[in-house]
């Protein structure tokens, strides 16, 4: 595949710590010129780009140089929306739909900059703001009659224009319209320094080597603000304001964690407890106009799942029921494409952001689990993502992935479908080309469906189902003539325009994590953060683990690379890797399935080898790999629920002492690379072995087992 990319001499690569701008960007590569170094120069394939752009040390960041995103630098507390707390992003995407249901109207004249003609139009913006941001009437949510609709009062004139001009003079940046909030409130000292060098002797007090408890540390540290306040008093000086336990117990929290330990317990139990753990670096990839859209499909699958069934936890398989799936789906303008595809249950914004991911990687190994014969390898950034009004795609959570990827998102006025004549053409090709070789399918309206029995002829799968549009779309649709295109296949299409044109590059790993990966928070430890058995590193994490008095951290999770994740240590973000090598590349779907088959095993080990999981997942068969892959496009993928129900199962450490210290050896038997374990209790047997692999017969009237029931 050709790859090819553009940027602006605006923008600024970083990687492996080095700053560098493009100076030209040709066909066969870039150059690129160290930021501070001036004349010093490196040129660049596109395929060195590529592979560039997906290690976790590289950050792309377009338009910094721009005096629109230098004005906002330092002024803001976050640099993407997704950052903010739930409340503050939903309040600055209505500003933005403010700004720009007013730049609308002052185009078609309808309203200027004048406090007059604000209130004029005050209840025309007020309407097209509404339909923007998908609130009041425009939430296409229905209500009983006399039900409250709850809306938002407009800003007067002046703030509205405030935030017009802000907006505008940041490039029409959403970050400009952050409230700045955050920097109110009385910053001026609470005490006097005085005061505050008592309050500190709370920390040497507790730090002392009788290691006497926070309360009685607090205590103390009161009565030196009473004998003070004493000698005052016989002095004719002024009395100290005595702080209250909670404002001692605050300053004492703020101390640095390996100062305290080492005061209190010695320098080398400090140094054991603090211990950093070490492991070897590892590594980690564009569309002018993409058309987005969802649609309820013309026919009904009945969910008696095959290859996916097995993965199923028990209380998703009670609530299969013969219904009809929605389909999301992304769309090339340009070229015709199919960028991405998912099946989903219902409406959803959870299901409308992995579609919106899936536009950035190459789909080529879903497009072989099901059989096809053409490569689905059209993928890259987006230019400008246009939606409907449905509720997934105006939800804060969607809008905020966009808006945290810096796309351009437009939704067009609903009902008004030939603004968006890509993607809805597709869907019409697909119930006329598609659906009629597909029994079960109930047509486009009830007169056309007539006496068909849709429900009696429900015989598919939704893995019957993903694969059949899978097959449709990558070996028919992308190699038929197109009509748009004059006659040319969309694979034709995609291949010319990128030889040409080349495609924008696809926003870095560590960005696609911010956006899309699952937030969860985490402890710190020696050895990092922990995340379904495996622990991850970096050095701000050892940095915020010697001397951060915060020992929570958000991290984001991309279940289809285990290798590497996001931790937000203070306001940045930083990428960690895996402590255990071999799990670049490895999906959850895959980690789980091996460590569950491992512990069905050697149920008695208390820690499983490293080296013999990832010959586990090597043995995984293909109809488990296709099982897993089909799955990610259906309403069945992993959820954040079950997540957190593999985390319970997974609680055991995940180690290899041999291959941390290079003398690992490969065997054939997989038991002889384990690792001597100690049972929990006093006393350790000479030698412990694993048990026999037991094969129980099963009981299809049994209730199946689960993670939980060894807890």
Not at 68 to 75: C, D, E, H, I, N
Not at 259 to 285: H, I, Q, S, W
Not at 578 to 589: I, K, L, T
Request: charged letters at 25%.
């Amino acid at each position: 595949m050709t790859i090819r990319f553009r940027f602006a001499k605006s923008d600024l690569i970083t990687t492996g710590g080095i700053a560098m701008r493009p100076i030209e960007i040709d066909a066969d590569g870039g150059l690129f010129e160290r930021l501070g170094q001036p004349g010093i120069t490196e040129r660049f394939s596109h395929e060195d780009l590529a592979a560039m752009l997906r290690r976790p040390d590289t950050r792309y960041q377009a338009g910094y140089f721009d005096l629109a995103s230098q004005s906002l630098k330092g002024r803001k507390p976050v640099d993407v929306i997704n950052e903010l707390p739930r409340h503050v992003r939903r309040l600055v995407i209505w500003r933005k739909a403010l700004c720009d249901a007013f730049l609308r109207l002052e185009a078609s004249g309808e309203i200027n900059r004048t406090h007059t003609g604000y209130c004029r139009a005050y209840m025309k913006l007020a309407s097209e703001t509404q339909r923007l941001v998908g609130e009041g009437l425009a939430s296409g949510k229905s209500t009983r009659p006399g039900a409250d609709i709850v809306t938002r009062k407009l800003p007067g004139s002046r703030s509205a224009l405030e935030w017009v001009r802000a907006y505008e003079q940041a490039g029409y940046s959403a970050t400009a319209l952050i409230p700045e909030t955050y920097r109110s409130g009385n910053r001026k000292p609470r005490w006097c320094a005085r005061a505050e060098g008592l309050m500190n002797q709370v920390i040497e007090l507790y730090a002392d080597t009788q290691r006497p408890a926070k309360i009685q540390a607090i205590k103390d540290t009161r009565q030196l603000f009473a004998e003070e306040n004493r000698r005052r008093a016989d002095a004719g000086q002024p009395q100290l304001i005595v702080p209250s336990h909670a404002s001692i117990r605050r300053r004492l929290n703020m101390a640095d964690p390996y100062y305290v330990y080492a005061k209190r317990y010695g320098t080398e139990a400090a140094n054991r407890k603090f211990t950093l753990y070490e492991a070897g670096p590892d590594v980690e990839r564009p569309l002018e106009r993409v058309e987005m859209d969802e649609n309820r499909l013309d026919v009904i699958s009945l969910l008696t799942l095959t290859g996916i069934w097995d993965h199923l936890p028990p209380e998703r398989r009670e609530r299969l029921e013969q219904s009809r799936r929605w389909l999301y789906i992304a769309k090339d303008c340009a070229t015709k494409c199919i960028l991405s595809m998912r099946l989903a249950e219902t409406q959803n914004s959870d299901d409308a952001i992995r579609a919106l991911r899936d536009i950035f990687v190459d789909k080529t190994e879903i497009a072989k689990a099901a059989g096809c014969e053409s490569p689905w390898h059209h993928h890259g950034g987006i230019g400008t993502l246009v939606t409907d009004q449905g509720s997934a795609f105006v939800s804060d959570d969607f809008q905020g992935t966009v808006s945290s990827l810096g796309v351009t998102a437009h939704l067009p006025p609903a009902g008004i479908p030939w603004l968006r004549g890509n993607i809805e053409s597709f869907f019409r090709t697909l119930g006329h080309q598609l659906m009629p070789l597909v029994a079960g399918r109930t047509f486009f309206d009830t007169v056309e469906r007539g006496d068909y029995p849709s429900e009696q002829l429900a015989c598919l799968c939704d893995d019957d189902l993903i694969t059949i549009l899978l097959t449709f779309i990558v070996d028919i649709y992308h190699n038929q003539p197109h009509g748009s295109l004059k006659g040319e296949t969309p694979n034709a299409a995609w291949a010319r325009l990128v030889a040409e044109h080349g495609t924008p590059p696809v926003p870095d790993g560590l960005a696609l994590r911010k956006a899309f990966g699952r937030p969860m928070m985490r402890k710190l430890r020696g050895d990092g953060v922990l995340f379904s058995g495996l622990s991850y590193n970096c050095e701000a994490l050892r940095e915020a683990f010697l001397h951060a008095p915060a020992r929570d951290v958000e991290i984001r999770v991309d279940l289809r690379d285990l290798g590497w994740i996001a931790v937000k240590v203070g306001a940045n973000w930083y990428p960690a890797v895996a402590n255990q090598s071999g799990f670049e590349g490895v999906s959850h779907d895959e980690f789980v399935e091996a460590t569950r088959s491992l512990r069905l095993r050697l149920r008695n080990d208390a820690a499983l080898d490293v080296p013999l999981l990832r010959r586990a997942i090597a043995r995984i068969t293909e109809t488990n790999r296709r099982a897993f892959t089909l799955r990610e496009l259906t309403p069945f993928h992993f959820t954040d629920l079950d997540v957190e129900r593999q985390q319970a199962s997974l609680h055991f450490p995940l180690r290899s002492d041999a291959e941390r210290l290079g003398s690992a050896q490969p065997s054939a038997d997989p038991l002889e690379s384990g690792i001597p374990i100690t049972p929990r209790g006093d006393a350790a047997p000479d030698r412990l072995r694993p048990s026999k692999p037991h094969h129980p017969q099963i009981n299809p009237h049994r209730k199946p087992w689960t993670f939980e029931n060894d807890q």
